[in-house]
């Protein structure tokens, strides 16, 4: 039930979460495990992807079990580029839609790895392994599930620098200690390796009062960070130069919901960051380029890396030092071919200042879910 809160003048810090983090805990358990039983129930559309996905991953879609994909409660999509072979870690992987659906797309040879702290989640995606490895033609499962808390990974065993690629799906926001979920996530990357994530963010910090109200919690609202906050937090991690794919506003149709988040506006984010120690945190401009060669899957012609950079085949493309080496030293070095100039730097590489808001306000929210 909602609570009769307002807008205060207190801002949370950053870092913090719920002032007792234990039970809001409980209740996000509860919520996903019990209270949730398909997207219908959700009051906003912050954990719904509306878009439709591209051919290929609906192609995978309809191959996923009915009830893996009726638990699914995600705010994007987290299928990036070149996947084949790559061994994958999903952070809150609830159900498993997403898990199975990297199962599809990384191949026999890849692996797949989902952590969620719900026992209801956890008990559907592990129902149906065998399912999917015969729906996708494999000998045997290329996926396990792991009961955890995504601040702490390091519970669970896994060996520093042993992922190539770590995702998660409206997932981060829920967590009280969002430092602790980065820290880790950049210890298991390999060097090279990349977290791709879609999550909710606000234009502004959320006041304590909503942070330890649980409904909006749960609906990922009053958890997320402030976009700025959430840049910080990820450099002071180790990943310079946050990324930014694409973007959308939140609409909130629940009229209770509205009055009491005020003037806050929300956005669904999907961010790249690399581990790459030599990344700078600005964007500078040594007159390299890269061109596109093709080969990689679903994209002949075209890749688009975030909404600042893409890259037709063929075509060099003016990048900046960080973007060289994103591409040149990560799984997308054979894709390209590289030229790094003179290598004399001529100032900042023109791009948009990140003392403004990096979302779309021109688009209209849309409400619903897919």
Known sequence: MLTGLSIGREHKAFTSGPKDTTLMLDHVKDYYGKTLQSSADLQTDACCTLDAP????????????????????????????????????????????????????????????????????????????????????????????????????????????????????CVINLSSDKDAVLQQTHRLLKPGGEMYFSDVYSDRRVPQALVDNELLYGECLSGALYWNDFINTAKRNGFADPRLVEDRPLSIDNEAIKKLVGPINFYSATYRLFKIDSLENSQENYAHTACYKGGVENNPERIIFDKQFSFEKNQPTAICSNTFKMLSESRFKDHFEFNAGDCAHVGLFATNSTATLPFDVQKKPTSGCC
């Open 54 to 169: 591209p051919q290929h991953l609906q192609t995978v879609f309809a191959q996923l079990h009915e009830e893996v994909v009726n638990r699914y409660y995600g705010c994007g999509l987290v299928a990036p580029d070149a996947l084949q072979g790559l061994r994958i870690l999903d952070l809150g992987s609830g159900s498993g839609r997403d898990v199975y659906a990297l199962s599809a797309l990384v191949g026999e040879r890849g692996s797949v790895v989902g952590v969620d702290m719900t026992d209801e989640q956890l008990a559907v995606a592990r129902e149906y392994r065998d399912f999917h490895a015969k729906a996708f033609g494999y000998a045997a499962s290329n996926v396990e599930f792991h009961k955890g808390y995504i601040e702490k990974l390091d519970e669970l065993g896994f060996e520093d620098n042993s992922f190539d690629l770590i995702v998660s799906n």
